[in-house]
């Protein structure tokens, strides 16, 4: 009769903890020396803003992202005439975008010089309201097409429960120098249910 199999005996508990201690700097350094720059790759993310841009070509219109920024204080750039305007996105652009961006309520004014220069910054200083307290500016775009200008506050919403101060707030837009191409431009800053809009004209 042949005796039993001795039990294997667990490895001592000090040569796991010194494997997990050699194993976690060496898989830092990998990771980090090895990855790639830039935001993680979002399939579904890239594939639409893919998507979108392809849908913004064929309708004539470049999309161009712009500093957005919250002074302290109000801040006062031009003397333009703005008029108001339709809310929500003018009809084509809105039916290109494949998911529509998260819009101010209301654009209650605007301050923008009436003329720029196409190699120079551009700036769009306006106040707005928002539906509730639950959101805030988190970027802004334009979307330019051969005489239309159309200007984008991008919002978010707060997390948690978080809320913002007051639902009426000012921002400063900055459109970067070769943006906009020499001509006349019916721009318009857009909001929910109120949009305000007024002649550019690019030298």
Not at 36 to 50: I, K, L, T, V
Request: proline share 10%.
């Amino acid at each position: 009769m042949t005796a039993p199999p001795s039990a294997k005996k667990p490895w001592p508990m000090k040569w796991i903890v010194l494997a997990i201690a050699l194993f976690i700097p060496i898989y830092t350094y990998l990771t980090l020396h090895f990855r790639r720059p830039g935001p993680m790759f979002s399939p579904y993310g890239d594939m639409r803003d893919r998507a979108d841009v392809i849908r913004l070509l064929k309708a004539g219109y470049q999309r161009v992202a712009i500093e957005a920024a919250r002074p302290a204080d109000p801040v006062s750039l031009g003397r333009g005439q703005t008029s108001p305007a339709r809310g929500g996105l003018p009809d084509e652009l809105g039916k290109t975008l494949i998911e529509k961006p998260l819009l101010p309520l209301e654009i209650t004014s605007v301050s923008a010089a009436p003329s720029a220069t196409a190699g120079i910054d551009y700036s769009i200083a306006f106040a707005y309201t928002l539906p509730d307290n639950k959101r805030q500016l988190s970027g802004a775009h334009v979307y330019v097409r051969p005489g239309e200008l159309v200007v984008v506050a991008d919002f978010e919403h707060l997390g948690g429960g978080l809320l913002a101060r007051n639902r009426d707030g000012s921002a400063l837009l900055t459109i970067p120098p070769g943006t906009l191409k020499p001509g006349t431009y019916r721009a318009t800053l857009v909001g929910e249910r109120a949009s305000q809009s007024w002649t550019l004209q690019v030298r």
